[in-house]
């Protein structure tokens, strides 16, 4: 049976438009990056990224300082579309012209313009990967990568003009086809806005009233810390992986047939990606890419610290190799957080491009002085690796550690049913549901994430919700009686229950609402 998104449409046409258009994104970005510009004040990259970033934050800032754009997602997905046509129109024309005219102002403006484009196209990408199921990013994210590193390794010096011209608006042609086709592309050209929406849905009209017996949700003040700590540590490592990417020896490497290092690393992450999830399938555990990005970037920064003369693009090959293993992973974690605040997809995504813009930018900003330094002075060079080292590991370690990861990807496991995570033979009870129907799990994590639970307070709510009691969930836990005591206090003080027969037709009505909800929309 194919697989489909929340409108119930074949996604077969939507994972291959997505792949080559999000793929045409991140090359575009890659070539923009890429062009050296010698000026003792200006240096393209980090304008570019701090650029990006400042658009992506504007619109994790709008709905908080607008209230017009909370007429819906989809009035606030089309006027996002609107100003990202402009911007990349704009940036595709004015890029090439201030290269081949070389007049400085208006490459300031060129790349300011084309950064804040930039980073509204991955927004909107990035909102995309959150209306399809969970196995769409798993596919896409990595796919993209490839094609980015091929698409990028194939593009010859000359036609650096054409690529900065052409792929931005092919990218964007194929986010409106991937959106809704040509409806939604006459949606972008009518100057009479949607029609404003009771609530931040996904559909123009007004969502349909929830059923009396059940009350709907508190919306949430703020995000879980979970993810600012993702949103600190995607900062973190791209700063430290971007600074090192001024080493030489880059071109005469072993990998120069392949486009460099970076680009060899973008093709062996995804490559090992798909093969890992496509081998493991439903038994895919996005904590297992986590395990291997940490060890490959501190291998890579053993090797520069050992044979920083000689082994310079080995060193950065597995540098990037883990960072693009967290990079996928990010854009993975960030869907799946988006997929539980249908309301604030965009907020989330803006976010993630932000941080990760701004790591970016601190280390181009940054990296050309470190490495210079660590090529004059190579007694140092030790101990400024040790000193990324050292980050890698608290950030790991204490920002985002292994459980963090798998709190955030709650989706992605509930998928697999109940036999899973109970273990009590109701899997086929799961499979009875249909493809139409929120499994339990589905709820319990919509419930969590709406109600701000903990991850330990998440666990003991799924376990609630089955109808066990205290002693059950103490053992399955494997935690103290008083302990679980405490949880079952604070799940119901946030849920406004007072026993466990309310909790349960609270998440029966919840999984109902939503499910009516998706169905419905246009």
């Known amino acids: 049976m194919p697989e489909r998104d929340e409108r119930g449409q074949d996604l077969s046409f939507g994972y291959l438009v997505s792949i080559l258009g999000f793929g045409l994104c991140r090359a575009w970005i890659v070539f923009c990056l890429s062009i050296p510009l010698a000026s003792p004040w200006f240096t393209s990259s980090w304008v570019f990224l701090l650029a990006g970033a400042l658009a992506a934050l504007a619109v994790f800032a709008t709905p908080l300082l607008s209230s017009r754009l909370r007429r819906g997602t989809r009035y606030l997905r089309l006027i996002l579309f609107r100003v990202t046509a402009v911007l990349l129109l704009l940036g595709s024309v004015l890029i090439p012209c201030a290269l081949w005219i070389d007049s400085w102002p208006l490459l300031l403006l060129s790349w300011t313009v084309g950064g804040m484009g930039a980073g509204l196209l991955q927004v909107l990408w990035g909102e995309r990967f959150a209306t399809h199921p969970p196995r769409f990013s798993l596919t896409v994210a990595p796919a993209a990568a490839i ?92 700063f430290i992986c971007r600074s090192f990417d001024a080493l030489p020896l880059e071109n005469i490497g072993p990998f120069a047939a392949f486009g460099g290092s970076v680009l060899f690393a973008l093709i062996l992450v995804g490559v090992t990606f798909l093969i890992l999830a496509a081998l493991l399938k439903e038994r895919f555990n996005v904590a297992l890419t986590y395990r291997l990005s940490l060890p490959l970037m501190m291998m890579g920064f053993a090797v520069l610290a050992l044979f920083i003369n000689s082994y310079a693009a080995m060193s950065l090959l597995l540098i990037n190799m883990g960072y693009e293993f967290f990079d996928i992973l990010s854009w993975i974690l960030f869907a799946d957080v988006a997929r539980r605040e249908r309301d604030r997809r965009f907020r989330v995504f803006g976010l993630g491009v932000a941080f990760t813009f701004i790591g970016m930018a601190l280390g181009y900003f940054f990296g050309g002085t470190l490495v210079q330094f660590l090529m004059d002075d190579v007694t140092q060079a030790t101990g400024v690796v ?30 697999r049913g109940r036999a899973e995570t109970d273990g009590d033979g109701a899997s086929g009870e799961a499979r009875q549901l249909g493809a139409e129907h929120p499994t339990l799990e589905q709820t319990c994590t919509q419930v969590a994430a709406h109600y701000r639970l903990t991850a330990r307070e998440g666990e003991v709510l799924a376990l609630l919700a089955r109808g066990r009691t205290l002693a059950i969930i103490a053992h399955k836990l494997n935690i103290a009686k008083g302990t679980v005591r405490t949880h079952i206090e604070r799940v119901y003080a946030k849920l406004g229950v007072h026993k466990q027969q309310e909790l349960i037709d609270l998440i029966e009505g919840f999984g109902k609402e939503n499910n009516h909800q998706e169905r419905t929309l246009p």
């Open 386 to 415: 040790l000193l990324c080292m050292v980050a890698l590991v608290l950030v790991a370690f204490l920002v985002i550690p292994e459980g963090t990861v798998l709190h955030l990807a709650g989706s992605l496991f509930a998928e």
């Open 147 to 238: 094609l980015t590193a091929v698409v990028v390794a194939l593009s010859l010096s000359e036609t650096t003009l054409i690529v900065l011209f052409i792929f931005p608006l092919v990218s964007f042609v194929l986010l409106v086809l991937e959106v809704d086709g040509a409806r939604f592309g006459q949606q972008l050209l009518k100057r009479k806005p949607l029609p404003a929406s009771g609530v931040e849905g996904d559909g123009g009209a007004a969502a349909p009233t929830a059923p009396p017996a059940v009350a709907r949700p508190a919306r949430s003040k703020g995000f879980d810390s979970a993810v600012w700590k993702l949103m600190f540590s995607i900062l973190v490592f791209s």
